[in-house]
């Protein structure tokens, strides 16, 4: 199969990385379906990607939500089916300390950011197993940072990269791959909620991660099964090869 009709299915893509990312698959010519909350930025990505000569479905709503999940995976079939899988969109769940944290909220924030992917990759999985597809689960140093304040979102996102090491275990054999990427500090609007009072302006824009997206899309799944990847380090191989 060419790469002109490999499908991608990213969620977050309205802004900051997600958007990024699915810049990089539309340059590759994978065909798109996006997702997010916010229909009108969403609906921006996908006018521009597609005045590029992209084929792009922007599927609007909240993650958590079944129908919504259901909706990104039957446009992607639509399409064709799906190579790639990015679960990105994620909620940070606000900052503060535990000793203060309304546990009431840990709900929330595991069930956007652990819930929503496992659930989405579970509806998805027919269609990746069709096409020897990639799950890529994005996460975040905080899952091994004890970082002050960002405790829940530390902890959504060990759990998510437990969960993505087990489906990579789970799942050898069956054709489909997992990984996990930690794609770094990023001036976006989640790091700024992170940093409420402070100056982001230092950090990266996260088009640094593009030389790393590349390098990924031309690897065979199988042979990165269960990686997780740094995608700033600047040792990395991504980095050597440009
Ligand atoms: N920025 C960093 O420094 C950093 C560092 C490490 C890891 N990460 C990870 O990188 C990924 C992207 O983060 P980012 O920094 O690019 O954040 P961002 O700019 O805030 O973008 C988040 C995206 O996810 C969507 N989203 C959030 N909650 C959603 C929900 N419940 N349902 C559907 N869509 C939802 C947002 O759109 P709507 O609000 O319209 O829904 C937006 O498109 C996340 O997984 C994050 O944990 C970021």
Redesign the pocket.
């Known amino acids: 199969m060419g790469e002109a009709h490999r499908v991608a299915l990213v969620?977050?893509?309205?802004?900051?990385?997600?958007?990024v990312i699915a810049g990089v698959l539309a340059a590759r010519r994978y065909d798109l379906v996006i997702?997010?909350?916010?229909a009108g930025?969403?609906g921006l990505v996908a006018e521009s990607l597609s005045s590029r000569g992209a084929t792009v479905v922007p599927v609007?709503?909240?993650?958590?939500d079944a129908s919504?999940r259901a909706r990104l995976v039957h446009a992607a079939r639509d399409l064709g089916g799906m190579n790639l899988l990015v679960n990105?969109?994620?909620?940070?769940g606000g900052v503060g300390p535990l000793t203060s944290f309304d546990v009431v909220r840990f709900g929330r924030v595991f069930r956007?950011?652990v819930g929503?992917p496992i659930a989405l990759i579970q509806l998805a999985m027919p269609l990746l197993a069709e096409r020897r597809g990639l799950i890529v689960n994005?996460?975040?140093?905080?899952a091994h940072g004890a970082y002050p304040g960002w405790g829940p979102?530390g902890a959504s996102?060990a759990a998510l990269e437990l969960l993505t090491r087990t489906l990579a275990a789970e799942l050898a054999g069956h054709g489909v791959s997992a990984v996990l990427v930690?794609?770094?500090?990023?001036?976006?609007?989640?790091?700024q909620?992170?940093y409420p009072m402070e100056d982001i302006s230092d950090?990266p824009l996260?088009e640094v991660t593009v030389p790393f997206w590349h390098w990924l899309l031309d690897q065979d799944p199988e042979e990165i099964r269960g990686e997780r990847f740094a995608a700033q380090r600047e040792d990395a191989r991504w980095l050597q090869q440009a």
Do not use: C, F, Q
């Open positions: 969620t977050g893509a309205s802004r900051g990385l997600g958007a997702g997010a909350r916010d930025s969403l609007n709503g909240d993650v958590t919504v990105n969109a994620s909620e940070l956007v950011n929503a994005i996460t975040s140093d905080a979102y996102k930690d794609p770094g500090d990023m001036r976006t609007r989640m790091h909620e992170a950090r996260p």
